[in-house]
């Protein structure tokens, strides 16, 4: 069920009312939690029996990590509870892409090989609810948090419906101690949430569908028959389309946890205004970012071992945040190319090469160039489709162009992220929110949603991180 859908405004016309009905604190939370399920269950019941079993044991491992006193107790449960979660996640996830490389291995050297065939079914969301449970292990061990008590807290820290598909990726210190502290209804709070909402449906309904229908997908599906414009533009096309579908997610379910009486971690900050690569990791899917420099990255050891280790040390966050993103070697390609641009943003740093303010303007352009010609990597289906894109922005090439509309609904669509980008980082939003007189901030949200009913696509398309 996904959140742009009348099924789901149907789920939620029931959810949340009952919710702010049921007066005692542990009710609400016991409700919310049977929500999340059946959120979660409408999609494939079975499913859900995966994500009871990696946090029933987590739950007992974490409980008998901070109870033990043996170094080797401890250390040993953490180690098992990360392999198991990982386990899964690779059974999954990465199965049939590792049986298909090992049967390309074979091939290579002539030698025989039975692939046996797998019929996965990839549970929504796993890559997420996978990370969220590692982070709450490790934060045990650490004895940064402390264990749940209650199972049924730890549980729905795991299935919060706004969160559960495609993060944020929420931290057990942050969430947990939400659940205890009882909520009260509030109409700022509720009109915030609504307001996300919106804002988040437009990206997403208005903005990236219909780039994804009407320039993305034609053009990627088949990219040796269009030219070099249209290439271009569907490479820009995509990089508002991933954009726009991601953070509208985020947006909602940040909205939704509002109405609720909870707070999600912000996970955009208007990364196409990044001036470098480092900067625009520091803005883009920041709940991942900080993931994997909090729970890989400086385990790793960081920049402490010297510049040459934390060069690797980059690479191989990045090489493995990719490959977290799907089974497919243009993931993998992908992190490759962005652990690549990081390093030599630290060779700049390390010799001086610090952009000037007044070259701010070109560096932000060529960061978001260099991002768009990842994006390439990203929504290519094979590498040789990457490579066929690639050679035909970088060297001009006849071919198929798109119709006048489709050009225009590009460059509008690419002006108006920019000139939200600019308002954002130029305006606080919450000050200028309550210096706008209430008529006219009510007209502009009629406005917006009535935009948002006009132009609603015919058919909704899946958010794109729910392949992830």
């Known amino acids: 069920m996904q959140f742009q859908t009348s099924g789901f405004l149907l789920f939620f016309a029931v959810v949340f009312p009952v919710y702010w009905a049921l007066r005692p604190h542990r009710w609400r939370m016991v409700w919310l939690l049977l929500a999340s399920c059946a959120f979660y269950m409408l999609w494939n019941p079975w499913l859900i029996l995966l994500i009871l079993f990696s946090a029933s044991i987590d739950y007992a491992a ?22 198991i ?8 996830k990465y199965a049939n892409f590792f ?3 090992v049967h390309l291995v074979f091939g ?4 025989p090989f039975s692939r046996p065939t797998l019929d996965i079914i990839l549970p929504l969301g796993i890559s997420f609810y996978t990370f969220e449970t590692i982070s709450y292990i490790v934060d045990v061990y650490r004895g940064r948090t402390k264990a749940a008590r209650n199972p049924l807290d730890y549980a729905l820290f795991i299935m919060f419906f706004p969160h559960l598909i495609a993060g944020p990726i929420v931290r057990p210190y942050h969430f947990l101690p939400q659940l205890a502290r009882p909520k009260r209804f509030s109409w700022e709070r509720l009109h915030l949430g609504m307001r996300l909402f919106l804002i988040g449906l437009f990206k997403k309904s208005i903005i990236a569908d219909h780039l994804g229908q009407q320039v993305v997908d034609p053009v990627f599906a088949n990219p040796t028959t269009f030219g070099s414009g249209a290439l271009w533009l569907a490479v820009l096309a995509y990089a508002v389309q991933i954009y726009c579908d991601f953070s509208g997610y985020s947006d909602m379910g940040i909205g939704l946890a509002h109405t609720l009486g909870f707070k999600l971690p912000v996970n955009f900050r208007f990364p196409y205004l990044a001036a470098s690569m480092s900067a625009f990791w520091r803005r883009w899917h920041i709940s991942l970012s900080t993931w994997l420099r909090d729970y890989l990255y400086l385990p790793l050891g960081g920049n402490r071992a010297g510049f040459a280790a934390a060069c690797r040390n980059l690479m191989v966050v990045m090489l493995l945040g990719g490959l977290w993103h799907g089974a497919n070697w243009t993931f993998l390609v992908w992190g490759a190319y962005h652990g690549f641009l990081l390093v030599v943003g630290r060779i700049r740093e390390r010799l001086g090469l610090l952009t000037q303010p007044f ?7 060529t960061t978001f160039l260099l991002v768009c010609i990842g994006w390439v990597f990203f929504r290519a289906q094979c590498l040789a489709d990457a490579q066929v894109v690639l050679a035909r922005m970088a060297w001009p090439t006849d071919g198929e162009t798109l119709a006048p509309g489709a050009a225009v609904l590009v460059w509008l669509c690419l002006a108006t992220t920019f000139a939200g980008h600019l308002f954002g980082t130029r305006v606080n939003l919450l000050r200028f929110e309550r210096r706008v007189p209430a008529p006219i901030m009510g007209a502009a949200l009629a406005g917006l949603l009535a935009t948002t009913l006009g132009l609603y696509p015919i058919i909704t398309r899946t958010f794109i991180y729910f392949q992830f």
């Open 62 to 83: 974490a409980l008998i990590i901070e109870e033990s006193k043996s170094p080797r107790v401890r250390k040993s449960l953490l180690i098992g509870s990360i392999a």
């Open 85 to 92: 979660n990982l386990g899964l996640l690779f059974f999954f």
């Open 99 to 101: 049986l298909d490389n």
């Open 108 to 111: 290579v050297f002539e030698m």
């Open 359 to 365: 070259w701010r303007p070109l560096a932000i352009v």
